[in-house]
Each structure stands twice: as C-alpha cells, then as structure tokens.
C-alpha cells in the first residue's frame, strides 16, 4: 500500500505552463516564474513586463500564488477507544515563498496532501469516538499547526484545514443510535420526574395555602363570634341591672310590697294554668289550693333577704310589715272574689 501511495499520481493544479523564452516576456498577475541561468536560480519574475536573454535563460517553474484547494483522499485511522473510522477532508494552502517551494521539495502539494494524512491520523489517535464528534474545530486546528510546522521549508503555507466526512462502522454507529435514544430517554424520563415533583410541590403549597386560609377564616369567625357573644351579654347584662334598678326603685315606692305580692300571686296561678300540658306527670305541693300561704311563704323569703336594706331605709318607708301583711291579704282576698 505505501509503494502504491508513492506511485499514485499526485494532484495537479492550473498554471500557465512554462513559456519559451523570446526575450519579452509578460507574466500574469499572482504567479512567479523561476527563471534559471544556465541551469542556475537566477531571479523570479514579478507579474508584469519582463525581458530575458534568450538561450541564456530559461523559465524552470511557474508558481500560482493564489490559495489553492486540494482534497485530501479519505483513509482509515484508529481513534484512542480502537474504533476504525474512514475521514477525509479539504486543504487550503498558499505558496508564499516560489523559490523555495521550487526547490525545497520536489512536488509540494503532493508533500503537504501525504503530511496532511499522516496528521490526522495521529491526531485522531489521541482522541476517543466521542471527543472526535465534539470536537472537530480543534482537530482542525492541530492538523493546520502540524503542517505548517513541517511545510515552512517548503514556502508553503496551510491556512486552513477541514473534516468534510466520518465514516462510522455499521455496528458502532448502531450502538451510538442506542446510546442516543437511551440518553433522550432518560432525558425525558427524568423531565417527567421533575414535572411530577414540581406538580406535587404546587399542589402542597396551593393545600397548604387553603389550610392557612381556611384557619385564618375560621379563626375570624370565632374572634367575631365571641365578640358579639360578649357583646350580648353585655347587653343583657346591663338590660337586667336596669331592670333590677327600676324594680328595685319600684319596692322602695309606697305600697311596693303589695304590688310584689301581686306579681307573685299572678305568676303562681298562671304557673297553674300550665301545669299537665307538656306531660301527663306532674309533681304538686299538699297544699296547692292555699295561695295566700304559697304567697306569704314567698314574701317571707323576700323579707328576709331584704331586711337589711329595710333596717337603713326605716325612716324613708311609711308603712310598717304588718300593713303591707294586711294590704297583701286584702288584695289577695279580693283577687279570690273576683276570681269566684
């Protein structure tokens, strides 16, 4: 294979030819002509009108000047992960110096093609499948400093250099479609984990939320209803200690202890009225006919209880006990006429 890559035809690129020497000569823009003396370097012809002794001079080489683009064949080369890969690519180089690219090396594109191939595949040997992948730019570069480092003799310059294809082995490039679909699905597992996870973070806080609220609420409504409870109290309370006030202010009046007793009795025979109607069961006194007893009982428990209020109000009340008895008994005897 090496004796054959040394006798395959290396790549050829346009120029004008070598002309004949007729003494004038014009030489087009962006090319060098080598001319030669009697078999020795002489001078190089710069673009324009030039003029040459003939038979004595001879034009030995023509050297286009403009960037010239060569197609490097596609070989095979190794990676670090011994994987076999087939690569080619494209040059891109400029003769910067003719007299050296005429004489420092015989066929200088042809130099730079097999220095170009040799690089890569080092190259390549440094680098796994993936980082070949990945990496490309960089490769790129390494390869242009590889030959640029070596073809400085030559007066050629690489100004760039570019991986136009990778063949991958069928096998290796099926394990890579594996490892591919393997890695979105686990991408799209792990997407839906998190969606799931976020979803249920959103769904504690809008829980949490309501609870909070909920509580809050809740705890609104108590602090009102305790407060209008209190309030009602309050309003009771007071109603009644006016009530207390006003019957208490009643008493003290002239004839008070008749009018209690009249209340009394009032309330004793209407408590009759209503006795049997919510239950067939009921629980009488032995002497349930004998109000005026029931009403005295009831007066004497009240004079009892007030009887230190009479001591200080002695002077103030005219009637004495005995006739408020007598006035309670009168009008108890004509509430039993009426009633008979």
């Known amino acids: 294979l090496k004796h054959a890559a040394r006798l395959a035809p290396a790549p050829c690129r346009w120029n004008s030819g070598l002309p004949m020497n007729i003494g004038v000569l014009f030489v087009p823009q962006q090319e060098a002509w080598v001319v030669e003396r009697m078999g020795k370097f002489h001078r190089i012809l710069e673009p324009g009108l030039n003029f040459l002794i003939p038979l004595l001079d001879r034009i030995r080489y023509v050297q286009s000047l403009k960037e010239i683009v060569i197609n490097v064949p596609e070989q095979s080369a190794v990676t670090l992960d011994n994987v076999t890969l087939q690569i080619?690519?494209?040059?891109?180089?400029?003769?910067?110096?003719?007299?050296?690219?005429?004489?420092?090396?015989?066929?200088p594109e042809y130099a730079v093609t097999q220095l170009a191939q040799t690089t890569m595949r080092s190259e390549l040997g440094k680098l796994s499948l993936d980082r070949v992948f990945r990496e490309r730019e960089s490769l790129n570069a390494s390869i242009v400093d590889a030959i640029n480092q070596a073809s400085d003799c030559w007066g050629i310059r690489?100004?760039?250099?570019?991986?136009?294809?990778?063949?991958?082995?069928?096998?290796?490039?099926?394990?890579?479609?594996?490892?591919?679909?393997?890695?979105?699905?686990?991408?799209?597992?792990?997407?839906?984990?998190?969606?799931?996870?976020?979803?249920?973070?959103?769904?504690?806080?809008?829980?949490?939320?309501?609870?909070?609220?909920?509580?809050?609420?809740?705890?609104?409504?108590?602090i009102n209803k305790a407060a209008g409870e209190a309030n009602a109290m309050l309003?009771?309370?007071?109603?009644?200690?006016?009530?207390?006030?006003?019957?208490?202010?009643?008493?003290?009046?002239?004839?008070?202890?008749?009018?209690?007793?009249?209340?009394?009795?009032?309330?004793?025979v209407n408590a009759f009225s209503k006795i049997a109607k919510d239950s067939n069961t009921v629980l009488l006194p032995a002497n349930t006919g004998d109000v005026t007893n029931m009403v005295a009982q009831a007066l004497g428990i009240y004079t009892t209880l007030t009887k230190p209020q009479a001591v200080k109000t002695q002077d103030e009340m005219p009637q004495t006990h005995e006739d408020s008895q007598s006035s309670t008994t009168e009008v108890l005897k004509a509430e039993q006429g009426s009633s008979s």
């Open 235 to 268: 309003v009771k309370a007071r109603a009644k200690a006016e009530a207390i006030q006003l019957l208490a202010a009643a008493l003290a009046q002239q004839h008070g202890n008749a009018a209690a007793s009249l209340s009394v009795a009032e309330q004793y």
């Open 88 to 107: 080619d690519g494209v040059l891109y180089l400029r003769v910067m110096d003719p007299y050296k690219a005429s004489y420092g090396v015989e066929d």
């Open 158 to 222: 690489c100004l760039r250099y570019e991986i136009k294809d990778i063949h991958v082995p069928p096998r290796v490039k099926e394990s890579m479609q594996m490892q591919v679909e393997a890695e979105r699905r686990k991408r799209a597992t792990v997407l839906e984990s998190e969606g799931t996870r976020e979803s249920a973070i959103n769904v504690a806080e809008g829980q949490k939320q309501a609870q909070i609220l909920a509580s809050e609420a809740e705890k609104a409504e108590q």
